[in-house]
Nanobody, 125 residues
Framework: QVQLVESGGGLVQAGGSLRLSCAAS????????MGWFRQAPGKEREFVAA????????YYVDSVKGRFTISRDNAKNTVYLQMSGLKPEDTAVYYC??????????????????WGKGTLVTVSS
């Protein structure tokens, strides 16, 4: 079992930046594909970004390309999501997720085995 705990969310003005962290425990995540997803009020959970085992491959949803960067530090068992140029439409609960399968394509919500409880990001206009 992998336990995931997100942190770093908060209130930020449009155009600002935040860095989300996802700390894993229970197992080393070095052989897990990791992803960030988000769920805005009244909307379905959606894919945001994903990174392969050693970070060689990354995927992003089009709406965050050029603004968000996913990274991982396997020695710290932690994954990050650096967010810049934030927009009000980025407001959502952000979830970290892990899956033991290799990352070959952007994952769907159903393609991840383990989930954190989320951290709220609110972007004011």
């Amino acid at each position: 079992q992998v336990q995931l705990v997100e942190s770093g969310g908060g209130l930020v003005q449009a155009g600002g930046s935040l860095r989300l962290s996802c700390a894993a425990s229970g197992r080393t995540i070095s052989t897990y594909s990791m992803g960030w997803f988000r769920q805005a009020p009244g909307k379905e959970r959606e894919f945001v970004a994903a990174i392969s085992w050693i970070g060689a491959r990354t995927y992003y949803v089009d709406s965050v390309k050029g603004r968000f960067t996913i990274s991982r530090d396997n020695a710290k068992n932690t994954v990050y999501l650096q967010m810049s140029g934030l927009k009000p439409e980025d407001t959502a609960v952000y979830y970290c997720a892990a899956d033991p399968q290799p990352l070959l394509r952007p994952p769907g919500v159903g393609g991840m085995d383990y989930w954190g409880k989320g951290t709220l990001v609110t972007v004011s206009s």
